[in-house]
Protein backbone atom coordinates (compact mmCIF):
# COMPACT_ATOMS: atom_id res chain seq x y z
CA UNK A 1 0.00 0.00 0.00
CA UNK A 2 1.17 3.26 -0.52
CA UNK A 3 2.55 5.23 2.08
CA UNK A 4 2.24 9.36 1.73
CA UNK A 5 5.14 11.50 2.92
CA UNK A 6 3.28 13.70 5.08
CA UNK A 7 0.18 13.72 5.49
CA UNK A 8 -1.55 17.64 7.26
CA UNK A 9 -5.14 17.12 8.67
CA UNK A 10 -6.90 20.26 8.33
CA UNK A 11 -6.97 23.40 6.26
CA UNK A 12 -6.93 26.01 8.61
CA UNK A 13 -4.02 28.93 8.78
CA UNK A 14 -1.81 25.92 10.65
CA UNK A 15 -2.59 23.26 8.59
CA UNK A 16 -2.30 25.19 5.22
CA UNK A 17 0.67 26.87 6.22
CA UNK A 18 2.46 23.51 7.35
CA UNK A 19 1.68 21.92 4.11
CA UNK A 20 3.45 24.88 2.43
CA UNK A 21 6.54 24.77 4.35
CA UNK A 22 6.85 20.75 3.97
CA UNK A 23 5.98 20.86 0.41
CA UNK A 24 8.98 23.55 -0.01
CA UNK A 25 11.24 21.64 1.25
CA UNK A 26 10.34 18.73 -1.63
CA UNK A 27 7.94 16.37 0.44
CA UNK A 28 4.94 15.12 -1.41
CA UNK A 29 2.44 16.44 1.29
CA UNK A 30 -1.68 15.09 1.01
CA UNK A 31 -4.20 17.84 3.18
CA UNK A 32 -6.84 16.89 4.63
CA UNK A 33 -9.98 18.06 5.52
CA UNK A 34 -13.81 17.62 6.96
CA UNK A 35 -14.88 20.26 4.83
CA UNK A 36 -16.02 20.92 1.16
CA UNK A 37 -13.43 23.84 0.79
CA UNK A 38 -10.10 24.97 2.75
CA UNK A 39 -10.05 28.12 5.01
CA UNK A 40 -13.57 28.38 6.71
CA UNK A 41 -12.51 29.63 9.89
CA UNK A 42 -10.23 32.19 8.20
CA UNK A 43 -12.65 32.93 5.89
CA UNK A 44 -14.64 34.34 9.16
CA UNK A 45 -11.53 36.51 11.15
CA UNK A 46 -11.51 39.64 11.47
CA UNK A 47 -15.28 39.74 11.00
CA UNK A 48 -14.94 37.96 7.18
CA UNK A 49 -11.31 41.15 6.58
CA UNK A 50 -8.88 38.41 8.13
CA UNK A 51 -6.37 39.90 10.72
CA UNK A 52 -3.31 38.42 8.79
CA UNK A 53 -1.20 39.17 12.25
CA UNK A 54 -0.12 42.54 14.15
CA UNK A 55 2.64 44.73 13.08
CA UNK A 56 4.69 45.32 16.30
CA UNK A 57 8.30 44.74 17.24
CA UNK A 58 8.47 40.63 16.99
CA UNK A 59 9.37 40.88 21.08
CA UNK A 60 6.05 42.53 21.76
CA UNK A 61 3.78 39.80 20.44
CA UNK A 62 5.03 37.67 23.52
CA UNK A 63 3.50 40.18 26.12
CA UNK A 64 0.27 39.95 24.48
CA UNK A 65 0.53 35.83 24.38
CA UNK A 66 -1.45 34.55 27.83
CA UNK A 67 -0.54 30.93 27.50
CA UNK A 68 2.78 29.36 27.36
CA UNK A 69 4.70 32.35 25.55
CA UNK A 70 8.02 30.37 26.14
CA UNK A 71 6.66 27.37 24.71
CA UNK A 72 6.15 29.38 21.16
CA UNK A 73 9.74 31.83 21.30
CA UNK A 74 11.17 29.47 18.77
CA UNK A 75 8.27 29.17 16.47
CA UNK A 76 7.80 32.58 16.41
CA UNK A 77 11.44 33.35 15.77
CA UNK A 78 12.05 31.10 13.06
CA UNK A 79 8.49 32.67 11.31
CA UNK A 80 7.53 35.96 12.50
CA UNK A 81 4.99 38.22 12.35
CA UNK A 82 7.18 40.71 10.24
CA UNK A 83 8.09 37.18 7.89
CA UNK A 84 4.16 36.25 7.68
CA UNK A 85 3.77 39.93 6.21
CA UNK A 86 6.32 39.53 3.38
CA UNK A 87 4.92 35.96 2.52
CA UNK A 88 1.31 37.43 1.83
CA UNK A 89 2.97 40.62 0.08
CA UNK A 90 5.32 38.65 -2.07
CA UNK A 91 2.42 35.94 -3.15
CA UNK A 92 0.28 38.83 -4.16
CA UNK A 93 -1.44 39.93 -1.42
CA UNK A 94 -1.30 43.56 -0.53
CA UNK A 95 -1.44 44.23 3.31
CA UNK A 96 -2.31 47.70 5.55
CA UNK A 97 -1.72 48.45 9.11
CA UNK A 98 -4.82 49.52 10.99
CA UNK A 99 -5.37 51.24 14.52
CA UNK A 100 -3.34 48.87 17.40
CA UNK A 101 -1.07 47.75 14.51
CA UNK A 102 -3.74 45.24 13.47
CA UNK A 103 -2.92 44.20 9.90
CA UNK A 104 -5.47 43.01 6.91
CA UNK A 105 -5.61 42.80 3.89
CA UNK A 106 -5.76 45.77 1.39
CA UNK A 107 -9.01 44.33 0.10
CA UNK A 108 -10.36 43.99 3.12
CA UNK A 109 -11.32 40.27 2.16
CA UNK A 110 -10.54 37.28 4.17
CA UNK A 111 -10.67 35.24 0.70
CA UNK A 112 -8.57 36.76 -0.80
CA UNK A 113 -5.71 36.00 1.96
CA UNK A 114 -6.85 31.99 1.27
CA UNK A 115 -6.92 32.45 -2.19
CA UNK A 116 -2.82 32.58 -1.58
CA UNK A 117 -3.03 29.83 0.60
CA UNK A 118 -4.56 27.67 -1.95
CA UNK A 119 -2.29 29.22 -5.30
CA UNK A 120 0.89 28.16 -3.42
CA UNK A 121 0.29 25.18 -2.59
CA UNK A 122 -1.37 24.17 -5.39
CA UNK A 123 1.96 25.74 -7.39
CA UNK A 124 3.88 23.25 -4.33
CA UNK A 125 2.14 20.19 -5.48
CA UNK A 126 -0.05 19.53 -2.76
CA UNK A 127 -2.58 17.30 -2.64
CA UNK A 128 -6.05 18.19 -1.06
CA UNK A 129 -8.87 15.63 0.15
CA UNK A 130 -11.62 17.61 1.18
CA UNK A 131 -14.94 15.82 2.99
CA UNK A 132 -12.22 13.76 4.36
CA UNK A 133 -13.04 13.12 8.46
CA UNK A 134 -10.09 11.66 10.32
CA UNK A 135 -11.35 9.32 13.39
CA UNK A 136 -8.19 7.73 14.98
CA UNK A 137 -4.48 8.13 14.41
CA UNK A 138 -2.40 4.67 13.12
CA UNK A 139 0.26 4.29 16.51
CA UNK A 140 2.44 1.13 16.21
CA UNK A 141 3.81 -0.54 18.99
CA UNK A 142 7.25 1.37 19.17
CA UNK A 143 4.69 4.52 19.62
CA UNK A 144 5.43 5.30 16.40
CA UNK A 145 3.03 7.29 14.03
CA UNK A 146 1.74 5.32 10.74
CA UNK A 147 -0.74 7.32 9.24
CA UNK A 148 -4.42 7.93 9.73
CA UNK A 149 -8.21 6.30 9.39
CA UNK A 150 -10.82 8.31 7.70
CA UNK A 151 -14.72 7.27 8.57
CA UNK A 152 -15.58 4.08 7.01
CA UNK A 153 -12.40 2.58 8.03
CA UNK A 154 -10.26 4.03 5.09
CA UNK A 155 -6.60 3.70 5.96
CA UNK A 156 -3.93 6.43 4.74
CA UNK A 157 -0.38 5.56 5.90
CA UNK A 158 2.36 8.63 5.98
CA UNK A 159 5.94 8.96 7.60
CA UNK A 160 4.99 11.76 9.14
CA UNK A 161 1.41 13.38 10.59
CA UNK A 162 0.66 16.97 11.46
CA UNK A 163 -2.52 17.42 12.80
CA UNK A 164 -3.79 21.17 13.00
CA UNK A 165 -7.67 20.58 13.93
CA UNK A 166 -8.07 23.75 15.95
CA UNK A 167 -9.94 23.99 19.51
CA UNK A 168 -13.51 24.27 19.87
CA UNK A 169 -14.95 27.35 19.24
CA UNK A 170 -16.90 28.13 16.08
CA UNK A 171 -17.76 24.45 15.82
CA UNK A 172 -19.87 25.02 12.14
CA UNK A 173 -16.22 25.49 11.02
CA UNK A 174 -15.38 21.76 11.79
CA UNK A 175 -13.41 22.29 14.80
CA UNK A 176 -15.25 20.54 17.24
CA UNK A 177 -12.25 19.70 19.68
CA UNK A 178 -12.93 15.52 18.79
CA UNK A 179 -9.02 15.13 18.01
CA UNK A 180 -8.28 16.52 21.09
CA UNK A 181 -10.02 13.65 22.66
CA UNK A 182 -8.25 11.15 20.14
CA UNK A 183 -4.93 12.18 21.32
CA UNK A 184 -6.21 11.80 24.87
CA UNK A 185 -7.35 8.09 24.10
CA UNK A 186 -3.50 7.84 22.56
CA UNK A 187 -1.65 9.13 26.03
CA UNK A 188 -1.77 13.06 25.38
CA UNK A 189 -2.90 15.35 28.21
CA UNK A 190 -5.44 17.68 27.78
CA UNK A 191 -5.29 20.91 28.98
CA UNK A 192 -9.22 21.42 29.97
CA UNK A 193 -10.48 23.61 26.65
CA UNK A 194 -12.40 26.42 27.69
CA UNK A 195 -14.42 29.51 25.48
CA UNK A 196 -11.59 32.52 25.20
CA UNK A 197 -12.34 35.96 23.38
CA UNK A 198 -15.66 35.99 24.21
CA UNK A 199 -17.97 38.22 26.01
CA UNK A 200 -19.49 38.43 29.50
CA UNK A 201 -22.31 37.63 30.96
CA UNK A 202 -23.51 40.23 33.69
CA UNK A 203 -25.67 40.20 36.48
CA UNK A 204 -27.04 43.81 36.43
CA UNK A 205 -29.85 44.75 33.83
CA UNK A 206 -27.08 47.14 31.96
CA UNK A 207 -26.75 45.11 29.30
CA UNK A 208 -30.52 45.29 28.49
CA UNK A 209 -30.85 48.92 29.34
CA UNK A 210 -27.37 49.93 27.07
CA UNK A 211 -27.75 47.22 24.72
CA UNK A 212 -26.08 48.51 21.25
CA UNK A 213 -24.02 51.39 23.10
CA UNK A 214 -20.47 51.10 22.06
CA UNK A 215 -17.93 52.81 24.04
CA UNK A 216 -14.44 54.03 23.07
CA UNK A 217 -11.76 54.58 24.92
CA UNK A 218 -12.88 53.68 28.12
CA UNK A 219 -10.82 51.70 31.26
CA UNK A 220 -12.18 48.18 32.27
CA UNK A 221 -10.77 46.62 35.62
CA UNK A 222 -11.67 42.76 35.82
CA UNK A 223 -11.22 41.99 39.92
CA UNK A 224 -11.43 38.33 41.51
CA UNK A 225 -11.63 40.13 45.43
CA UNK A 226 -8.99 42.03 45.77
CA UNK A 227 -6.88 40.24 42.55
CA UNK A 228 -6.47 42.29 39.54
CA UNK A 229 -7.38 39.69 36.56
CA UNK A 230 -6.91 41.87 33.99
CA UNK A 231 -6.61 45.82 33.53
CA UNK A 232 -6.87 47.98 29.99
CA UNK A 233 -8.05 50.40 27.68
CA UNK A 234 -10.13 49.84 24.60
CA UNK A 235 -13.73 49.50 23.04
CA UNK A 236 -16.61 47.63 24.22
CA UNK A 237 -20.06 47.22 23.70
CA UNK A 238 -23.25 46.77 25.80
CA UNK A 239 -25.32 43.55 24.64
CA UNK A 240 -28.89 42.05 25.60
CA UNK A 241 -26.56 39.75 28.05
CA UNK A 242 -24.04 41.70 29.22
CA UNK A 243 -20.90 43.30 27.64
CA UNK A 244 -19.07 42.63 24.36
CA UNK A 245 -16.08 44.78 21.80
CA UNK A 246 -12.33 43.79 21.83
CA UNK A 247 -11.85 45.16 25.37
CA UNK A 248 -13.66 42.55 27.02
CA UNK A 249 -12.91 39.90 24.39
CA UNK A 250 -9.24 40.19 25.87
CA UNK A 251 -10.41 40.97 29.41
CA UNK A 252 -11.86 37.26 29.39
CA UNK A 253 -9.19 35.36 27.99
CA UNK A 254 -7.38 36.42 31.48
CA UNK A 255 -10.45 35.55 33.52
CA UNK A 256 -10.80 32.52 31.81
CA UNK A 257 -7.25 31.73 32.67
CA UNK A 258 -7.67 32.86 36.47
CA UNK A 259 -11.05 32.60 37.49
CA UNK A 260 -13.33 30.64 35.33
CA UNK A 261 -16.96 30.55 36.15
CA UNK A 262 -16.59 32.46 39.32
CA UNK A 263 -18.53 35.26 39.97
CA UNK A 264 -16.01 38.33 39.67
CA UNK A 265 -16.27 42.06 39.21
CA UNK A 266 -15.95 44.23 36.38
CA UNK A 267 -15.02 48.27 37.16
CA UNK A 268 -15.65 50.44 34.29
CA UNK A 269 -13.35 54.28 34.01
CA UNK A 270 -16.08 56.06 31.82
CA UNK A 271 -13.47 59.10 31.75
CA UNK A 272 -10.04 57.80 32.17
CA UNK A 273 -8.29 60.86 30.37
CA UNK A 274 -9.22 62.73 33.82
CA UNK A 275 -8.64 62.32 37.54
CA UNK A 276 -11.16 62.32 39.83
CA UNK A 277 -10.17 65.80 40.97
CA UNK A 278 -10.31 66.61 37.00
CA UNK A 279 -13.16 65.59 36.67
CA UNK A 280 -14.48 67.25 39.10
CA UNK A 281 -13.36 70.57 37.83
CA UNK A 282 -15.12 69.27 34.29
CA UNK A 283 -18.60 68.79 35.74
CA UNK A 284 -18.43 72.33 38.06
CA UNK A 285 -18.03 73.90 34.47
CA UNK A 286 -21.28 72.09 33.04
CA UNK A 287 -22.90 72.46 36.02
CA UNK A 288 -22.15 76.56 36.35
CA UNK A 289 -23.58 76.05 33.01
CA UNK A 290 -26.48 74.68 33.18
CA UNK A 291 -27.26 75.79 36.82
CA UNK A 292 -31.07 76.59 36.32
CA UNK A 293 -31.83 73.37 34.66
CA UNK A 294 -33.06 69.75 35.81
CA UNK A 295 -29.86 67.21 36.49
CA UNK A 296 -31.39 64.99 33.96
CA UNK A 297 -30.96 67.16 31.06
CA UNK A 298 -27.65 68.86 32.22
CA UNK A 299 -24.90 65.53 31.18
CA UNK A 300 -25.41 65.50 27.60
CA UNK A 301 -22.06 67.06 26.87
CA UNK A 302 -20.09 64.70 29.27
CA UNK A 303 -22.51 61.17 28.24
CA UNK A 304 -23.75 59.39 25.25
CA UNK A 305 -27.62 60.01 25.38
CA UNK A 306 -28.27 56.60 26.09
CA UNK A 307 -26.13 56.18 28.94
CA UNK A 308 -27.57 59.43 31.15
CA UNK A 309 -30.53 57.72 32.62
CA UNK A 310 -28.64 54.92 33.63
CA UNK A 311 -25.92 57.21 35.41
CA UNK A 312 -28.56 59.19 37.19
CA UNK A 313 -30.56 56.02 38.23
CA UNK A 314 -26.77 55.03 39.60
CA UNK A 315 -25.94 58.06 41.33
CA UNK A 316 -28.70 58.41 43.72
CA UNK A 317 -29.86 62.15 42.83
CA UNK A 318 -33.01 63.14 41.76
CA UNK A 319 -33.54 63.74 38.04
CA UNK A 320 -35.79 66.68 38.29
CA UNK A 321 -32.92 68.04 40.75
CA UNK A 322 -32.28 71.77 39.89
CA UNK A 323 -27.97 72.11 38.89
CA UNK A 324 -27.96 74.83 41.75
CA UNK A 325 -29.31 72.66 44.27
CA UNK A 326 -26.87 69.52 44.32
CA UNK A 327 -24.66 69.44 47.01
CA UNK A 328 -20.70 68.97 46.76
CA UNK A 329 -21.43 65.10 48.32
CA UNK A 330 -23.49 64.14 45.83
CA UNK A 331 -21.06 65.71 42.80
CA UNK A 332 -18.05 63.98 44.28
CA UNK A 333 -20.53 60.67 44.19
CA UNK A 334 -21.50 61.08 40.64
CA UNK A 335 -17.56 61.42 39.92
CA UNK A 336 -16.85 58.51 41.82
CA UNK A 337 -19.79 56.64 39.49
CA UNK A 338 -18.00 58.04 36.38
CA UNK A 339 -14.70 56.56 37.08
CA UNK A 340 -16.02 53.14 38.83
CA UNK A 341 -19.28 52.01 37.51
CA UNK A 342 -19.40 48.47 38.65
CA UNK A 343 -20.56 45.62 37.44
CA UNK A 344 -20.42 41.52 38.30
CA UNK A 345 -19.28 38.88 35.81
CA UNK A 346 -21.47 35.49 36.19
CA UNK A 347 -19.07 34.42 33.37
CA UNK A 348 -19.08 33.93 29.62
CA UNK A 349 -20.77 33.07 26.83
CA UNK A 350 -20.51 29.87 25.05
CA UNK A 351 -17.43 27.89 22.65
CA UNK A 352 -20.59 29.03 20.42
CA UNK A 353 -19.94 32.65 20.42
CA UNK A 354 -16.07 32.08 21.57
CA UNK A 355 -13.63 33.22 18.75
CA UNK A 356 -10.50 30.82 20.16
CA UNK A 357 -10.31 28.47 22.08
CA UNK A 358 -7.53 28.52 25.87
CA UNK A 359 -6.19 24.70 26.73
CA UNK A 360 -5.68 21.52 24.12
CA UNK A 361 -2.80 19.75 24.07
CA UNK A 362 -0.29 19.88 26.79
CA UNK A 363 2.62 21.88 25.72
CA UNK A 364 4.77 19.86 28.00
CA UNK A 365 4.45 16.85 25.47
CA UNK A 366 5.23 18.68 22.53
CA UNK A 367 8.74 19.54 21.57
CA UNK A 368 9.05 23.57 21.02
CA UNK A 369 11.68 23.09 18.98
CA UNK A 370 10.10 20.90 16.25
CA UNK A 371 6.04 20.72 16.79
CA UNK A 372 6.60 16.96 17.33
CA UNK A 373 4.90 14.80 19.80
CA UNK A 374 7.38 14.16 23.08
CA UNK A 375 4.50 11.15 23.03
CA UNK A 376 4.24 9.43 19.41
CA UNK A 377 7.24 9.54 17.20
CA UNK A 378 6.62 11.06 13.64
CA UNK A 379 3.30 13.58 15.49
CA UNK A 380 3.70 16.71 14.85
CA UNK A 381 0.94 19.49 16.34
CA UNK A 382 0.02 23.03 15.50
CA UNK A 383 -2.27 25.86 15.51
CA UNK A 384 -5.21 26.60 18.46
CA UNK A 385 -5.55 22.83 19.03
CA UNK A 386 -2.22 23.49 21.45
CA UNK A 387 -2.61 25.05 25.08
CA UNK A 388 -1.14 28.25 23.83
CA UNK A 389 -3.77 31.55 22.96
CA UNK A 390 -3.11 35.34 22.85
CA UNK A 391 -5.40 38.72 23.34
CA UNK A 392 -7.40 39.93 20.24
CA UNK A 393 -5.46 41.81 17.12
CA UNK A 394 -4.18 39.43 15.03
CA UNK A 395 -1.80 37.33 17.55
CA UNK A 396 -3.79 34.31 17.52
CA UNK A 397 -3.35 33.58 13.76
CA UNK A 398 0.18 34.67 14.28
CA UNK A 399 0.89 31.73 16.69
CA UNK A 400 -0.96 29.22 13.86
CA UNK A 401 0.75 30.59 11.00
CA UNK A 402 4.36 29.71 13.29
CA UNK A 403 3.57 26.81 14.40
CA UNK A 404 2.21 25.64 11.16
CA UNK A 405 5.52 26.80 9.59
CA UNK A 406 7.65 25.10 12.01
CA UNK A 407 5.81 21.46 12.30
CA UNK A 408 5.79 21.58 8.52
CA UNK A 409 9.93 22.29 8.43
CA UNK A 410 10.26 19.99 11.00
CA UNK A 411 8.59 16.89 9.44
CA UNK A 412 9.89 17.53 6.43
CA UNK A 413 13.66 17.85 7.51
CA UNK A 414 12.79 14.40 9.65
CA UNK A 415 11.52 12.70 6.16
CA UNK A 416 14.42 13.96 4.08
CA UNK A 417 17.44 12.63 6.79
CA UNK A 418 15.37 9.42 7.59
CA UNK A 419 15.43 8.93 3.31
CA UNK A 420 19.03 9.26 3.13
Known sequence: MRTE?????????????????????????????????????????????????????????????????????????????????DFFEKEGCPLKVERGSRVF??????????????????SLGVKIRYHALVEDLIIDEN??????????????????????????????????????????????????????????????????????????????????????????????????????????????????????KKEVTAILDLKPALDEEQLDKRILRDFEENKNRLFKNSLDKLLPAKLIPVIIDYSGIHPEKKINEIVREERKRLVQLLKHLEMNITGTRSFREAIITQGGVSVKEVNPSTMESKKIQGLYLAGEMLDIDAVTGGYNIQLAWSTGHLAGESAAL??????F
Do not use: W
Open 5 to 85: EIVVVGAGAAGMMAAIEAAARGCQVLLLDRNEKAGKKVFITGKGRCNVTNACDTSDLFSNIISNEKFLYSAIYQFDNHQVM
Open 105 to 122: PVSDHSSDVIKVLLMKMN
Open 143 to 260: QTIRGVVLEKGERIFADKVILATGGLSYSPTGSDGKMLYILEKHGHKIVEPKPALVPFEIKEDLGSRLQGLALKNVVLTVKDGKKELFKGMGEMLFTHFGISGPLVLSASSYYVKKAY
Open 414 to 419: KVKQQK
